[in-house]
């Protein structure tokens, strides 16, 4: 059984600061670098850490990058009301831990999530404020070439990634603010002025 409590300490309250926001886009879109320069950039805001049945790839801690778990065991969290969404995605489970996200919202801090298409729809349903942002790549040739180049994964799962890839880009009206990552530092700070309410959609 994982721990998901999230020790929170109560962060700086400024207006528009206290909300969810959602980050989501294609696998390929570079999610990781860019959330982690997010963190960098503004160590306040509460970062989400997903639970996932997934292997960790190299270099993922085990309660930073996710909480690695069963089938077995996320099915428990899912169906004991633990969760604030869950999707299948990939061949593998993904969910977000409910408790701390709101605890983090209730001591005043923003906090992120970084979860795919269908956890951000669940998510719309749940609490219509937390705000939605798409990632996107700079071109569709670009995010095909991070794909095919990641070599971390046979080319039937890099197909199904393209085709789920095509279907989530369709989806970017769903959003309410799309960030292109053509350079993380760059996609991080535009992220950071949508989060803390000073940045135009």
Do not use: C
Request: cysteine-free; aromatic content about 6%; proline content about 6%.
């Amino acid at each position: 059984m994982i721990d998901t409590k999230s020790g929170v300490e109560p962060g700086p309250t400024h207006p528009g600061e206290s909300r969810l926001t959602v980050v989501s886009g294609p696998s390929g879109v570079g999610k990781s670098s860019v959330i982690d320069e997010l963190r960098r950039q503004a160590p306040d805001i509460y970062f989400s850490v997903s639970v996932t049945t997934r292997p960790p790839r190299a270099g993922e801690v085990d309660g930073v990058h996710y909480y690695f778990v069963d089938t077995d065991e996320f099915r428990r969290m899912a169906d004991a009301g633990q969760m604030l969404e869950y999707a299948h995605y990939a061949g593998n489970d993904y969910g977000t831990p409910r408790k701390p996200v709101e605890q983090a919202l209730a001591a005043g801090r923003p906090a992120v999530l970084e979860i795919e298409l269908q956890g951000a729809r669940q998510v719309r349903e749940s609490m219509p404020q937390a705000q939605l942002v798409m990632l996107l790549p700079p071109s569709w040739e670009d995010l095909v070439e991070r794909l095919t180049g990641r070599r971390t994964e046979d080319s039937d799962i890099v197909r199904q990634r393209l085709d789920t890839a095509r279907r989530e880009l369709a989806a970017r009206t769903e959003f309410d603010a799309t960030v292109v990552n053509a350079d993380v530092q760059s996609a991080a700070g535009e992220l950071v002025r949508l989060i803390t309410g000073h940045g135009a959609k």
